[in-house]
């Protein structure tokens, strides 16, 4: 799907299959790596998560972020985009479809009530991990926090 293309994805009826899955290792350097649905280690999540661990970030958020990123995985092959090709028109609508996914039915709250203003853990993963790798603020899926490698091309428009 184009960039800037007219066309609307009908995230409400896509059927996202689950498949792949985050695997734990014995290795305290890689203590987690996402698998695809045939099997094969996603390097760039892994690439991602050994970055994070260098960053010191805790077990658990490598966990979480793992998942996160499992979705994203997820999402683009129910959507037949390859990572490398994912445009801002993936993320705007993965993140619709995750709004429409996680939604709790019958949690109400008064008029009078703000409305919750935290984000959950998950919810700022996702939003670093769709955030460019190049620090320019566009949307291409190298998450954002893995350096800018000369000759590294994320495959989203500038």
Same mark, same amino acid.
């Given at each position: 799907?184009?960039?800037?293309? #007219?066309?609307? &994805?009908?995230? *409400?009826?896509?059927?996202? @299959?689950? !498949?792949?899955?985050?695997?734990?290792? =014995?290795? %305290?350097?890689?203590?987690?790596?996402?698998?695809?649905?045939?099997?094969?280690?996603?390097?760039?999540?892994?690439?991602?998560?050994?970055?994070?661990?260098?960053?010191?970030?805790?077990? #658990?958020?490598? &966990?979480?972020? *793992?998942?996160?990123?499992? @979705?994203? !995985?997820?999402?683009?092959?129910?959507? =037949?985009? %390859?990572?490398?090709?994912?445009?801002?028109?993936?993320?705007?609508?993965?993140?619709?479809?995750?709004?429409?996914?996680?939604?709790?039915?019958?949690?109400?709250?008064?008029?009078?009530?703000?409305?919750?203003?935290?984000?959950?853990?998950?919810?700022?993963?996702?939003?670093?991990?769709?955030?460019?790798? =190049?620090?320019?603020?566009?949307?291409?899926?190298?998450?954002?926090?893995?350096?800018?490698?000369?000759?590294?091309?994320?495959?989203?428009?500038?």
């Amino acid at each position: 799907m184009p960039e800037h293309s #007219t066309t609307v &994805r009908d995230v *409400a009826t896509l059927k996202v @299959a689950r !498949v792949g899955r985050v695997e734990k290792t =014995d290795d %305290p350097l890689r203590p987690f790596r996402l698998v695809d649905a045939d099997g094969i280690e996603v390097a760039a999540v892994s690439e991602f998560l050994h970055h994070m661990l260098a960053d010191d970030a805790s077990p #658990t958020s490598l &966990r979480s972020y *793992a998942y996160e990123l499992l @979705a994203w !995985v997820r999402f683009l092959r129910a959507v =037949d985009v %390859p990572w490398h090709l994912a445009s801002r028109v993936e993320a705007r609508d993965f993140a619709l479809w995750l709004k429409r996914r996680r939604r709790r039915p019958g949690r109400l709250r008064s008029r009078d009530q703000p409305p919750e203003q935290h984000l959950t853990a998950g919810q700022g993963h996702r939003r670093n991990a769709l955030t460019c790798c =190049d620090g320019s603020g566009h949307v291409c899926g190298i998450p954002s926090s893995v350096d800018a490698v000369p000759g590294r091309v994320c495959g989203a428009p500038r």
